[in-house]
């Protein structure tokens, strides 16, 4: 009776956990990919919110029937902090209204997408499937965009997170080690044409973005990708091959980009957006914001109305510090610390030494937070969802990578105190006898 109650009590929470990953799958494909834009009458529906809500509610039923689910690792306890002190910040906001919509529109949006992409997923296999539904869609919206380009800097056609030509660089350079992870471990040939014939679309579409952010993320992007899957894990060739890619990029490059990035340390150089001196102005702005409100900011999201500019800070720490005060700005920080902790203790894993897989995913992830650390000072992404997803995968990777191996038949009992692996081999071959 004992073992019909305990198996009765894993396929509950296999149950909800299972339900909760398909919303969270579901969830990440509705953000990234943005059906609602191209199928006629779906943008009416807020199905995005809808399926945000499912996941929650399966996540609050997973928490409450796994007791692992109780220790939250730290960043995502930061994570939560960061939010209260958001909330704190409305009542002193420049316009509350404005404040407590992005709070509750995109705030509360990025804890709960960390949280289920940390806590739920239950598998490597859902985890990659999560980062190949990020990388996919990246990858098909950006060429999408990129075949039906008109001129000018190129936007998302389809709109959403893509819509703007700043957070469309970004996120492509953010998920170039993803999409270059996946060419690699790729068997098929005619897949891996596809991913390269992809990332090279990408490389494209980054330059018609004319995103100076972009361009500087996708370098240090680069550069790491080089390192770790080149050096690490001894794939010379990828030298060559990057070398070989620049070079062609070069030469097909569209018209005044050269021009673009030299506006990034020249003031008398202006294509298709203001000099130097502009982003140094909402810089200084922001600053000043910061030290008149140090506590609680402007508000989240209203630097732009606060300052009068109408414009954000194009600087992802200036943005928290600004408009949510230097506390939020520690906490993010943090966040960020434990996210490269938590891939320091992946490759410490025996799991780490086994897989390859799993060495591609920590070195693919590693590059994507190196580059963002860098692009997030070029470009305001507080709000965006896409960093919060790569804390979720940090988490679940390193709790999945330092699971121990479990028994068959053995109870949750046993495994729930940690006792050794003998012990529940012996208590499972005389529950059998």
């Known amino acids: 009776m004992a073992t019909l109650s305990v198996n009765l009590g894993e396929r509950k929470v296999k149950g909800s956990n299972a339900f909760a990953y398909g919303a969270l799958a579901t969830f990440s494909f509705l953000y990234f990919a943005r059906p609602e834009d191209f199928i006629p009458g779906l943008g009416k529906i807020p199905v995005e919110k809808i399926i945000g ?63 289920l992409v940390g806590l739920v997923v239950d598998s490597i296999g859902q985890l990659r499937r999560l980062m190949f539904i990020q990388a996919g869609a990246v990858t098909f919206m950006t060429v999408v965009s990129v075949v039906m380009y008109k001129g000018g800097r190129m936007g998302g056609v389809l709109g959403g997170v893509f819509d703007n030509p700043n957070d469309l660089a970004m996120n492509i350079a953010l998920n170039f080690p993803l999409c270059l992870m996946f060419l690699m471990l790729e068997k098929n040939p005619i897949k891996k044409l596809l991913w390269f014939l992809g990332i090279l ?19 240090v992007a680069v550069i790491f990708s080089l390192l770790e899957f080149g050096v690490r894990n001894k794939r010379t060739y990828l030298l060559g091959a990057a070398a070989f890619c620049a070079l062609a990029l070069l030469i097909v490059g569209p018209q005044s980009y050269g021009s673009r990035i030299k506006s990034l340390v020249s003031d008398d150089v202006a ?18 914001a910061t030290a008149t409100r140090p506590l609680f900011g402007v508000g989240p999201g209203q630097f732009a109305a606060y300052s009068g500019l109408w414009r954000v800070t194009h600087n992802t720490y200036t943005e928290l510090s600004s408009e949510c005060g230097i506390p939020v700005l520690i906490l993010f920080l943090m966040i960020i610390r434990e996210c490269f902790k938590n891939l320091a203790k992946t490759r410490a894993t025996q799991r780490y030494r086994d897989d390859p897989d799993i060495r591609m995913y920590t070195s693919a992830l590693w590059v994507g937070f190196a580059s963002y650390l860098v692009g997030a000072a ?42 050794p692996l003998e012990t529940q081999a012996r208590w499972s071959l005389t529950s059998r006898r």
């Open 53 to 115: 809500g499912v996941a929650f509610i399966a996540l609050l039923f997973g928490i409450k029937s796994r007791s692992s689910f109780r220790k939250w690792p730290r960043e995502l306890k930061l994570l939560a902090a960061m939010l209260g002190w958001q909330t704190l910040c409305i009542p002193f906001s420049f316009y509350i209204s404005g404040a407590l919509g992005t709070v509750l529109d995109k705030c509360v949006k990025a804890l709960i997408v960390a949280l």
């Open 201 to 219: 679309m990408m490389a494209r579409g980054l330059m018609l973005t004319y995103s100076r952010s972009g361009f500087v993320a996708m370098v």
């Open 271 to 288: 294509v298709y957006g203001d000099a130097k001196h502009a982003r140094a102005e909402l810089l200084e702005k922001s600053l000043i």
């Open 378 to 419: 070029f470009a305001s992404t507080a709000y965006q969802l896409f960093p919060y997803f790569m804390i979720g995968y940090t988490t679940a990777l390193l709790r999945l990578c330092s699971k121990k191996p479990e028994i068959a038949g053995a109870p949750a009992s046993l495994k729930k105190h940690g006792l």
